[in-house]
């Protein structure tokens, strides 16, 4: 397995990789759910490229960027045991050197939810995720499905700007309780991580109310607001059931949907989702 | 030589070209200037691919998009002669389908000179060409000087976001008399056209007094206001003596500058530029 850390060098590797490359870009402190991307994009491409990068650009000036977990010993051994072949680590200056200016925007779809919760996230994501796609240029690019919105955002750039390259959504990877793997994880204490479970419990109810016929967005809303109420650790941010696509909220749900949410557990604020009639 | 009129074709015809491929974007309405970018791509490469599409999004809702000069029958012609491979002519729709909404925006150097001036044209600008790469995929793309600042913006665009090609700057080509060519040199009438040439004699005269060891930004822009003022079909919109990379303004011409005007003749408002220093 390549380590290499400058873009120069990515470029070089990357004339020496048989096509088509895959490619999992990554913030690092791998979980199982990065290595399942890393897994897939293993056996649907000749070569695989993971990337590990704290990227500051998609957290507001509050947030943990200082303090989201790492761990690059850790992260290249558990990469090295999926067979990547080239691990891309590059420094912020080297992927934003002084006077860079341009931002790639994606307006609609980054306005409501996780854009309306981290303005400038979006922005952040999509420059980052475009820069990426340059350096590597891969055929395929996964990411994991929990992170819904960023996907729609991702999908919908590169199909406005011509990008020539395909997103592979990998389902989300679970603890055995439901939870969502996320490096944002290890924040939790014990009573925390046990409440933490709840983001999923609401998501399974949304899907199971909808399995058995609801359709109204809004009774599923307030079941699911309920049940996260009934937890005290929990801070609800946002409930979401909007068109999977658009993300624009719905009120009956009589197309392809996403149920999603941000909860605050104790300081820790975590997202999740679940794809409802897909 | 090829004529495509969808993306999907143009990738199609993509595969079968001989890298390097060299590309040229154009508005059309083709003149020599745009001529001498293919010929130069022609020399440089194994491929050559120009693109005609007239890029609402970089006029502004009063400018002249509807009026802007198109003749297919006789830019096709004109490619023909000099060997391009295969032309890209999208329609509006081909290239913004309904709910596009991802741009590409370049931040500081698009605030000064034309950016001012056309407010959104240089996202427009940065948009198309970062789709049209991503479609076309060239090892070289080629550009007029005369549109300095586009230029400037582009070289930036494509560094900031790691696009892997070399942009191509190709020197003006001019009438007889200086006049930069462009398209929007047809509005013109009999005297307008004579009093256009005004913008290169600024030009020059900015280019004569900096070889003399002038050194004044201000001196030279007064002097250059002077003639210009000197014109009555002339009206200035601005005249700069700036930093070439940045666009900023100088005080003192201590580096490689740019010189550069707006002017408008009768309706017909025209901009060109100058290296000075370089």
């Known amino acids: ?5 400058t873009v120069a060098e990515m470029r070089k590797e990357r004339r020496k990789l048989s096509d088509p490359v895959g490619f999992v870009p990554t913030m690092g402190y791998l979980h199982d759910g990065h290595l399942e991307l890393v897994r897939r994009a293993r056996v649907e491409n ?15 000036p509050e947030e943990d960027f200082d303090a989201y977990p790492r761990d690059m010993e850790r992260d290249l051994f558990l990469l090295k045991e ?16 002084p006077l860079s200016s341009t931002w790639v925007e994606v307006e609609n779809v980054t306005e409501r939810l996780e854009g309306a919760a981290r303005p400038g996230h979006f922005r952040g994501v999509a ?13 395929r690019a996964y990411f994991g499905a929990k992170d819904a919105q960023q996907l729609v955002v991702i999908k919908k750039m590169v199909s406005d700007l011509n990008m020539d390259l ?11 309780d439901g939870l969502a793997l996320s490096s944002r994880n290890v924040y939790l204490d014990l009573d925390e991580r046990e409440s933490a479970v709840v983001l999923y419990k609401a998501l399974d109810m949304a899907k199971k109310l909808h399995e058995m016929g609801e359709r109204s967005a809004d009774v599923v809303r307030r079941q699911m607001t309920e049940l996260i109420q009934n937890e005290p650790r929990a801070i609800i941010e946002y409930i979401s059931i909007a068109d999977a696509s658009t993300l624009e909220e719905l009120e009956n749900i009589d197309r392809p949907a996403l149920a999603s949410l941000a909860v605050k557990i104790g300081q820790t604020r975590l997202i999740d989702s679940m794809p409802l009639g897909t």
Chains 1, 2 share one sequence.
Not at 85 to 95: A, L, N, S
Not at 127 to 139: E, M, Y
């Open 1 to 5: 397995m390549k380590k290499v850390y």
């Open 166 to 176: 395909e997103i592979v959504t990998v389902p989300t990877v679970r603890e055995y």
């Open 82 to 97: 999926v067979k990547a072949d080239v691990v891309f680590i590059p420094g912020t200056e080297e992927m934003y050197p």
């Open 46 to 60: 000749k070569d695989v490229v993971v990337s590990i990068f704290v990227n500051p650009t998609q957290f507001g």
């Open 127 to 139: 420059t980052i995720v475009a820069k990426l796609f340059n350096i590597v240029q891969p055929a």
